[in-house]
């Protein structure tokens, strides 16, 4: 007997990475809506927002302190009479008689006829009079208004993550909404008549299903809304119909487990009929790669072991995810490798990794259901698909989970 | 006339930071609360983690293939018989007759008796036979129990921020739910009568509230839960009453406004009162802060000019309240200064400046009110206390907002 054909050539990380980038970039023009300030941050602006009033508002003290002409300062020590006070808030339209001198607070309205400040530390009060000790420039401790900015200039652009320093600012000229793009939305859909839900007792040969919290998790955690978490058994009627629920909700559904080369593989098999192209990526974990779209939805299917799933997740989805949702990009780094690797040859290999210092220590081996362990990791190695074994101390590049 | 005594030397900024942190880590020991997985993404984890089983739970097929003993296929070509298909989730109790192959898809029991699997792309089965091309060695493609983590094994400890790689190994071993310490709650309190929320129409000398939204959004971005953002007018009466309800409902209370040398000052008039201390900070902007605990409760008072409310925050605040959320510590560089800088004496400033490429460029200018402008930053150039000028191209620190 002579092996089975050789599979068709594997198409590479980057080939299946880009593809899936093509299917998800169309959703940076999904839908936007009004929302509070305090739910727009980490939202990406939908709209320029200009300012629809000069900031200040209106000439104003810097400082608390004193009112005047600078001409009546020009010369001092001098005891001005004290004409008023005005407070933060006051509407300030009292002129300053001349030769006079008003209380100001910090904010308040600068009188008609006031073109300085004398700050209280340079003065001394007595209610009827002020004595001023310094001598001040017109235009000294006075906002004009429209300095911070005018009216109609453009205040934060569309496409901005808000932050706090822009809801300040877009708080400043009165603004207490926002439109804001929606977030994408994904479903989740796990796999395998083996996976049982936390809290169940497990009878022989089940497990608990890790997958559908893990996915949920790692969406949240870059900025997609998850609509449902769902599972179906390997029943094909079972799994059409939670899939047409999830492509109902959802900007995007991933599913896990079903797609490798079993006797029961129920994505593939649905899937494929749908239109799917289901094959070998060259990357371990996580070979075993579908991709479809129902009815407008792409559908991202991951393999079902733990290890596979996360790693598929983070290799395949997380970059778009992160753009459309407007978060950094994933860190990486070069580092030192600690320990000698070995590599499965044409396939670009993943590892999991733990930074320490200037360099990077295995956590455990490739096995793909090694999950528990994967809690120790912190990065993934990356060991590019010609390399075969590198010894300790050769550079890699990582990136952070 | 001559000036008023100098000031009481000003505090330095660091020391003041100091103080607000030892007001603050207590608030390490905050009580905890048990939530579904789903919410204790990105909290703190209260209590070690222990494995309550053994992962893998059972013995399984790491391949879609055959189980059979090493034995059987010690010279290949074989033809064995087919005993039989085990799927994953299935009990797999029935053992493997002696000199037979049990088909076995990925994760599923490897039956009794058999000691390795034969991927499927090393066979060829017909239904009632497998013919098998190559041998393998006992142990290959099976995993055994409890060679990820045994059940009673450390497998997250006390204190981890909760990532979706944690989730991912506590759900696989059954756990729905988390012990995590609750967020830090913190009240917003704004207070001056210039102040109006948004939606209103501004009445000459008033502006828009900016402080507590942009509070509140900062405390978020930080990983603190905003109980309530409240405002009062400067009538200590008002303010008395505002402030009991933010002590009794938070952790720590944030105030801005009221803390400076005008005339209605009402913070700092109420809480100096109540054992308050106000002074002066040697920085700009933000000098004036005042510190307080009212009921077992720290309040921070920060000055009300926008930008000097920001800066207090980031300074301040900003890094303990990351520490206490189990957020990474705030990014720092040293970068080269475009162009140049002047700075007061004996205060450190934080001005608000943009990187570009390893440069950093100044965002306006240092006036505390310019809060649109702010919008426009990425980071605070951290200008020390004794420098007066810095040439452009000077090697400066900043950190991102």
Redesign the interface.
């Known amino acids: 007997?002579?092996?089975?054909p050789a599979?068709a050539p594997a198409r590479s990380v980057d080939d299946h990475r880009q593809r899936i980038e093509d299917l998800l970039r169309p959703l940076a023009s999904r839908d936007t809506e009004r929302v509070p300030?305090?739910q727009a941050?980490?939202r990406r602006l939908a709209e320029d927002v200009y300012?629809p009033?000069d900031?200040?508002?209106?000439r104003n003290s810097?400082m608390?302190g004193y009112a005047v002409r600078a001409e009546s300062v020009a010369s001092v020590?001098v005891t001005l009479p004290l004409a008023g006070?005005v407070?933060?808030?006051?509407?300030?339209?009292n002129p300053l008689p001349e030769g006079a001198a008003m209380?100001v607070?910090?904010?308040?309205?600068i009188p008609p006829g006031a073109d300085c400040v004398v700050p209280?530390?340079?003065t001394?009060g007595d209610g009827a009079t002020v004595?001023i000790?310094?001598s001040r420039a017109a235009g000294d401790f006075v906002?004009e208004p429209g300095?911070?900015?005018r009216a109609g200039d453009l205040?934060?652009a569309a496409g901005t993550v808000v932050?706090?320093?822009?809801?300040?600012?877009?708080?400043?000229?009165?603004?207490?909404?926002l439109t804001v793009t929606r977030r994408v939305r994904a479903a989740v859909l796990t796999t395998?008549?083996?996976?049982m839900?936390?809290?169940?007792a497990?009878?022989?040969?089940?497990?608990?299903?890790?997958?559908?919290?893990?996915l949920?998790?790692?969406l949240?955690?870059n900025g997609v809304e998850?609509v449902s978490v769902g599972h179906s058994t390997?029943d094909p009627a079972r799994f059409r119909q939670v899939l047409a629920e999830a492509v109902a909700a959802a900007d995007v559904v991933f599913t896990s487990g079903g797609v490798?080369?079993?006797?029961?593989e129920v994505v593939k098999d649905v899937l494929a009929d749908a239109g799917g192209e289901f094959g070998s990526v060259a990357v371990q974990p996580g070979g075993p790669q579908g991709l479809t779209v129902v009815d407008g939805v792409p559908v991202l299917s991951f393999p079902?072991?733990?290890v596979s799933t996360?790693v598929s997740f983070e290799v395949f989805a997380r970059p778009v995810l992160r753009w459309l949702a407007g978060l950094p990009e994933i860190r990486t780094a070069e580092l030192e490798l600690r320990e000698a690797v070995r590599s499965p040859a044409g396939r670009r290999q993943f590892l999991r990794g733990r930074v320490r210092g200037d360099g990077v220590e295995l956590v455990?081996g490739p096995?793909?259901?090694?999950?528990?362990?994967?809690?120790n990791?912190d990065v993934l190695i990356d060991i590019p698909a010609e390399v075969t074994e590198l010894p300790a101390g050769a550079r890699v590049w990582v990136r952070w989970?």
Chains 1, 2 share one sequence.
């Open positions: 007997m002579t092996s089975r599979l300030m305090a941050l980490g300012a009033l900031l200040p508002v209106f810097s608390d020590p006070v407070a933060a808030g006051n509407p300030g339209e209380k607070m910090t904010g308040a309205p209280v530390e340079d001394d004595t000790g310094k906002r300095t911070d900015v205040l934060v932050a706090p320093r822009h809801v300040a600012a877009l708080a400043a000229v009165g603004l207490g909404e395998g008549d083996e996976l839900p936390a809290g169940t497990l009878q022989p040969g089940q497990i608990y299903n890790s997958n559908g919290l893990a949920a998790a790692a949240t955690d998850v390997d490798s080369k079993g006797d029961f079902g072991n733990p996360v455990a096995g793909s259901h090694l999950i528990a362990t994967m809690a990791a989970l």
